[in-house]
């Protein structure tokens, strides 16, 4: 009797022990190392788009270009409305994922952006801000970029 629990166990192990290490240990197909060794999510590499109104500063508008590359740099192209009076200006540095948040450090200031990040569909990705290098007005910073149909940048 005992034998025959003893086979049963080894059964059960050899048939579970290699699923929950396939499971556990298995990369998401969509992650990948940059040269750096920083992980991206290639779900987001690509030609983007945004804009929103009174999110982080009452009476401004914002509108974005953005673009992320498979080698994890980008380049933002903003132009900001309030008051009447619009300012353009661009924005390069590199980006990255880990632990299901998005990492955005800019150049010109050597400041990280961390957000929470959810695909809501192939071609719409909303963020929610954690940590921005910059202060606003409003915090809980929230936005949804768009993909630009007819590009790609993979």
């Known amino acids: 009797m005992m034998k025959i629990y003893a086979k049963h166990l080894l059964v059960c192990f ?7 290490m396939a499971t556990s240990c298995s990369t998401p197909q969509y992650l990948m190392k940059t040269s750096g060794g920083k992980a991206i999510d290639t779900r987001l590499v ?3 788009e945004g804009s929103e109104a009174d999110n982080q ?5 914002k509108h974005w270009k953005m ?10 192209d903003f132009k900001a409305t309030m008051g009447g ?3 353009q200006f661009v924005e390069e540095g590199s980006w990255w994922v880990k632990d299901g948040k998005f990492y955005e ?3 010109n200031s050597g400041k990280t952006d961390t957000y929470e990040y959810t695909l809501l ?7 929610k ?3 921005l290098g910059v202060s606003h007005e409003i915090q809980a910073y929230e936005f949804i970029d768009t993909r630009i149909k007819g590009t790609d940048h993979q």
């Open 67 to 76: 673009q992320r590359t498979a080698d994890g740099r980008f380049v933002l």
């Open 14 to 20: 050899v048939a579970i022990v290699p699923v929950m």
């Open 129 to 131: 801000s954690i940590s």
């Open 105 to 107: 450090l800019h150049d």
């Open 85 to 87: 009076e619009t300012q």
């Open 57 to 61: 500063i009452k009476g401004m508008t």
């Open 121 to 127: 569909n192939e071609d719409q990705v909303r963020f």
């Open 46 to 48: 690509g030609d983007w």
